[in-house]
């Protein structure tokens, strides 16, 4: 069996440690909580390899209910590590990119999710790269508590910024994850600072590394709260499963229309179409989604019918990893044919060059950034 290679950049090394550790702090957190207050079943492993391992690859951490409400910690989880690098290839500008992207849906409506990304990108010419770091907290049912502690332990991570850096994290979190055609966001709590260098490489990185983990710490604890407040066996009413069903296709609707980087990891390659999709909760409303087809703007309408259109015929459908990867299809047929529904998507003040849109040494600074976000 193939076996994914490692960077040779001593710098790319040590970043992949540094976020395999911060996985591994994610995946021993949610397994203690599945122990304590779930099934108790394990996040399972899951790999992939880039050209065969020859351009790296990276692993993922999952899990998800057997059956719909059957008491297991998670609707859907996904931690994932990747590597791509492209060593043997030194016309690319691209180097390497390293990229932990979480998220994390738990099975009660009561407990909310989670989506954080951390990741760097470093191309061969030194120009460019640097750091993304994002955190969202995504509740159905929200509570001001949990906001206003997940926002201030977070600020207090990035102590090291000034404060006007700070705010400005907050304000472009809040714009990236804007949904106008719903007239709402996604989340109630949001991060982002996107090519983030100050040229202190070695304080960049302790930065970034406090960042990631005092997400998944403050999130492991917000997430316990809720499923203690719940109680056993922790039975959610159909108002909750309602309010999470709606949240789940509004979550939907913005990773596969609006997000930058799930539609640039679909557009750079195909081989971990899966992995990408693992973002996607497990249900989602399609009569709900049906009902925003209207609201969006041509293209995007266009888009979510002929996503509809690949659902099973359910009210409620189960994003199986057979669908995913049909969507996955999906979605990298519709924007090679309408590039231009690319320029609809979410965006910071920093825009990471789109794959569509550029060509020769533009392209490969697209696919730097696409890589950095391209989920293991």
């Known amino acids: 069996m193939p076996e994914m290679t490692p960077p040779r950049s001593p710098r790319a090394r040590e970043v992949l440690a540094q976020l395999t550790a911060l996985q591994e702090r994610f995946r021993a957190g949610l397994d203690a909580l599945s122990a304590r207050l779930g099934d108790g079943a394990p996040l399972a492993r899951a790999e992939w390899l880039r050209d065969e391992g020859a351009h790296g690859g990276g692993w993922r951490y999952g899990g998800h209910e057997r059956a719909p409400f059957d008491g297991g910690l998670l609707n859907r989880g996904s931690l994932n590590v990747s590597c791509v690098h492209y060593d043997d290839q030194p016309a690319k500008a691209l180097s390497s990119a390293t990229a932990l992207s979480c998220i994390v849906h738990p099975a009660h409506p009561a407990a909310p999710s989670l989506h954080t990304h951390v990741s760097w990108t470093e191309l061969r010419a030194g120009e460019g790269g640097g750091w993304r770091l994002m955190a969202d907290l995504n509740p159905s049912l929200p509570r001001e508590e949990d906001r206003a502690r997940f926002v201030g332990e977070v600020l207090e991570s990035l102590g090291a910024l000034a404060p006007q850096w700070r705010a400005y994290a907050l304000a472009q979190g809040d714009q990236y994850f804007e949904i106008p055609s719903l007239g709402r966001r996604r989340g109630v709590a949001h991060f982002y600072l996107e090519q983030w260098s100050t040229g202190d490489a070695e304080g960049d990185a302790r930065l970034a590394a406090g960042f990631g983990a005092r997400v998944v710490d403050v999130y492991l604890s917000i997430l316990s709260s809720a499923l203690e407040r719940a109680g056993a066996p922790r039975e959610a009413t159909e108002e909750q499963r309602a309010a999470q069903l709606a949240y789940h296709s509004a979550y939907f609707l913005q990773v596969l229309l609006l997000d930058r980087g799930t539609s640039s990891g679909l557009l750079v390659h195909d081989q971990n179409d899966r992995g990408i999709l693992g973002s996607l909760p497990q249900r989602v409303s399609a009569p709900l989604l049906r009902e925003w087809v209207p609201r969006q703007p ?71 950034r696409a890589e950095a976000r391209g989920r293991a």
Not at 298 to 307: F, N
Not at 317 to 333: G, H, K, P, Q
Request: glycine share 2%; aromatic share 4%; net charge negative.
């Open 298 to 368: 041509p293209l995007h309408g266009a888009l979510l019918t002929r996503l509809l259109d690949a659902l099973p015929d359910a009210p409620v459908v189960t994003l199986t990893d057979d669908l995913r990867a049909t969507l996955a299809r999906e979605c990298r047929a519709f924007y090679r044919a309408y590039p231009a529904a690319l320029d609809l998507q979410a965006r910071g003040d920093v825009l990471p060059p789109t794959v569509a849109h550029h060509a020769a040494r533009a392209e490969a600074r697209a696919e730097a």
